[in-house]
């Protein structure tokens, strides 16, 4: 089938770079409509641009996932332009290792409100457009990035391995709510992708094992990755692939 994803409605956090805009562009071609969500304007006017000049059907929304009142006026916009989304990539994230020692709470914060509160603020205002879709008879799919990191025991990324873990469980136990109302509820938890991610660690020690894994290792593409949100999304209706480990082959 050309456009597998034809018909479905579909949002996706941070999708101004990395994971998120590759995803976008990967549903789109599949077919569906997709609402691009993040802070930078730009870089989503951008990639509306280069889904529509390729066939797809794309919206841009600014959004500060921080914010509830913001995600909330997303949510609806997406229910005004398209209809309610049936499929939700839950993605925005940041990752900012360091020292616990260090006591940066500013940047334990930052990862708490964007990985886990903001995921929770997205959860919050799409739950009701996935349900009743679901009800419509609808696919239906929520996809929350993880991580590696929520398993893996990893020096110095205490705090964002964390809130990767709760991603996890919490998609473990949605899925078991939410699936006996017809919802898909997964989780990707890909090893080292080539983003911008990695542009905002501060603390030296990460950034000198970042440089040293990329000497040895082929990342993964941002591109990989949205090929198992694709993959999942287009699985028959009765099938939900709870989770998705995805690592470059080289990392251990
Ligand atoms: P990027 O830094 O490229 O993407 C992060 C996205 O989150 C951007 O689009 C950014 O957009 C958005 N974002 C950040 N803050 C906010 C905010 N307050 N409100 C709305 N959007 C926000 O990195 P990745 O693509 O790698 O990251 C995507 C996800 O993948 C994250 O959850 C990350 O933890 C996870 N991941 C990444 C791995 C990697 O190695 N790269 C490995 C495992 C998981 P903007 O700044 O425009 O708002």
């Given at each position: 089938?050309?456009?597998?994803?034809?018909?479905?409605?579909?949002?996706?956090?941070?999708?101004?770079?990395?994971?998120?805009?590759?995803?976008?562009?990967?549903?789109?071609?599949k077919g569906a409509k997709v609402?691009?969500?993040?802070?930078?304007?730009?870089?989503?006017?951008?990639?509306?641009?280069?889904?529509?000049?390729?066939?797809?059907?794309?919206?841009?929304?600014?959004?500060?996932?921080?914010?509830?009142?913001?995600?909330?006026?997303?949510?609806?916009?997406?229910?005004?332009?398209?209809?309610?989304?049936?499929?939700?990539?839950?993605?925005?994230?940041?990752?900012?290792?360091?020292?616990?020692?260090?006591?940066?709470?500013?940047?334990?914060?930052?990862?708490?409100?964007?990985?886990?509160?903001?995921?929770?603020?997205?959860?919050?205002?799409?739950?009701?457009?996935?349900?009743?879709a679901a009800a419509e008879g609808?696919?239906?799919?929520?996809?929350?990035?993880?991580?590696?990191?929520?398993?893996?025991?990893?020096?110095?990324?205490?705090?964002?391995?964390?809130?990767?873990?709760?991603?996890?469980?919490?998609?473990?136990?949605?899925?078991?709510?939410?699936?006996?109302?017809?919802?898909?509820?997964?989780?990707?938890?890909?090893?080292?992708?080539?983003?911008?991610?990695?542009?905002?660690?501060?603390?030296?020690?990460?950034?000198?094992?970042?440089?040293?894994?990329?000497?040895?290792?082929?990342?993964?593409?941002?591109?990989?990755?949205?090929?198992?949100?694709?993959?999942?999304?287009?699985?028959?209706?009765?099938?939900?692939?709870?989770?998705?480990?995805?690592?470059?082959?080289?990392?251990?």
């Amino acid at each position: 089938q050309d456009k597998p994803l034809a018909g479905r409605i579909a949002v996706v956090t941070g999708a101004s770079s990395g994971i998120g805009a590759a995803s976008a562009k990967l549903l789109a071609q599949k077919g569906a409509k997709v609402a691009v969500l993040a802070r930078r304007k730009d870089k989503l006017a951008q990639l509306v641009e280069e889904i529509s000049a390729a066939g797809g059907t794309a919206i841009a929304i600014e959004v500060d996932v921080t914010d509830q009142e913001s995600v909330d006026k997303a949510a609806a916009k997406v229910v005004t332009t398209f209809g309610r989304a049936d499929l939700v990539f839950n993605n925005a994230g940041v990752m900012l290792p360091g020292a616990i020692e260090e006591r940066k709470l500013e940047e334990w914060d930052s990862q708490i409100d964007l990985n886990v509160t903001g995921l929770m603020r997205v959860i919050h205002a799409f739950i009701p457009q996935l349900t009743q879709a679901a009800a419509e008879g609808a696919t239906v799919d929520l996809i929350n990035t993880s991580s590696i990191a929520g398993q893996y025991i990893y020096p110095y990324f205490a705090v964002y391995s964390a809130t990767k873990a709760y991603v996890s469980h919490l998609t473990r136990h949605m899925r078991v709510e939410l699936g006996a109302k017809n919802v898909r509820v997964s989780m990707i938890e890909p090893g080292i992708v080539a983003t911008e991610l990695q542009g905002h660690v501060t603390f030296q020690g990460a950034k000198d094992w970042l440089a040293n894994a990329k000497e040895t290792i082929e990342f993964l593409q941002p591109e990989d990755v949205a090929q198992v949100v694709g993959f999942l999304a287009g699985l028959p209706k009765h099938v939900n692939l709870q989770q998705v480990v995805v690592m470059p082959t080289k990392q251990g």
